[in-house]
């Protein structure tokens, strides 16, 4: 665990600006959920993570848990400030990852659609809540395979 020195730091408490008079609140970024379903094999995390460091990204949260069984792992992944665009492209890199069996997104596009379909990868759109609230909906069979793309290019 990271310890933080605070010696010498200022005691004052700190208001945040939202409570400050005239302070106007800024527009909060969207969060996108990521929740990917592997192959419960030791390389398969550092390859999810090194998607995200190549983007100078640090996710907010990060959770992995051994399914029941054993055999895949559940890697669930927040990450804040993303352009839907951006969102679109790390969902479409997450299914392309060696292990990878599924990944549960908001929506799927066209040529995300296109591609992951030729190269066998399951698609399921429509997750929204939380991401251990998707995965529960996965497992309980709340959510059906895309037939088609859910939303038009770069939405």
């Not at 990450?79 to 069996?101: Q, S």
């Not at 596009?109 to 698609?123: E, N, Q, W």
């Not at 759109?125 to 895309?146: C, K, P, W």
């Amino acid at each position: 665990m990271t310890s933080l020195d605070l010696q010498g730091a200022s005691q004052a408490p700190l208001e945040p600006a939202s409570l400050k008079p005239g302070a106007l609140k800024a527009p909060r970024a969207a969060t996108f959920c990521f929740s990917v379903i592997a192959e419960a094999e030791p390389g398969v995390l550092p390859r999810v993570l090194e998607l995200f460091a190549k983007r100078n990204l640090v996710p907010e949260r990060w959770v992995a848990d051994r399914l029941p069984g054993g055999g895949q792992l559940a890697v669930d992944i927040q990450v804040l400030g993303l352009e839907p665009r951006e969102g679109d492209y790390i969902a479409r890199c997450l299914r392309e990852i060696w292990g990878v069996d599924t990944v549960l997104t908001g929506n799927c596009g066209p040529k995300a659609f296109r591609v992951l379909s030729a190269a066998g990868v399951t698609i399921y759109v429509g997750a929204e809540g939380t991401v251990r609230d998707a995965l529960e909906a996965m497992q309980a069979g709340g959510f059906r395979t895309a037939a088609n793309p859910n939303v038009a290019g770069h939405w």
